[in-house]
């Protein structure tokens, strides 16, 4: 099987998890929280598959070295540095934020939120910054 694919896939869900994250913002913001709940699922199901070909992707094909010099060299691994320590943070931050919501215990939902969200949109959308760095620079 070829996997050369799966970055461009990967960015792709990242992108989509930053927009249904940002709309999920605004609607809840609006007082809309049925509406909220649906973009918010469906945001945490396109992080899960982007997580689950993120996995396959790099079990099979490894790493990819950055071949970028001079300045952006330090400017990639400071992003590739913070995203992968903010990626490993939202997991556990996600999944208590969800089940806090399903439980409909919405003060903590409320309060682990406030961190939740620009924790996972920074890595949505430093996921996308790495792989155009990665993929599309040179």
């Known amino acids: 099987m070829n996997y050369d694919m799966l970055p461009a896939v990967n960015a792709t869900l990242n992108g989509i998890s930053t927009i249904l994250l940002t709309i999920g913002y605004i609607l809840i913001r609006k007082g809309k929280w049925r509406i909220h709940k649906k973009v918010m699922l469906t945001a945490f199901g396109t992080s899960v598959l982007f997580l ?3 996995l ?6 490894g790493s990819t070295p950055f071949p970028g010099e001079g300045w952006v060299r330090p400017v990639y691994f400071a992003i590739l540095i ?3 320590i903010l990626a490993a943070a ?11 919501a399903l ?5 903590g939902h409320r309060k682990i939120a406030r961190w939740t969200l620009p924790i996972w949109l920074y890595v949505s959308v ?3 910054a ?3 760095m990665l993929y599309h620079l040179y």
């Open 52 to 54: 689950l070909s993120y």
């Open 130 to 132: 790495i792989y155009v």
């Open 126 to 128: 430093t996921g996308v």
């Open 82 to 84: 913070t995203h992968i």
């Open 90 to 100: 939202i997991v556990p931050l996600a999944l208590i934020t969800l089940f806090r």
């Open 56 to 61: 396959i992707y790099h079990a099979n094909a």
């Open 103 to 107: 439980r409909e215990r919405f003060d």
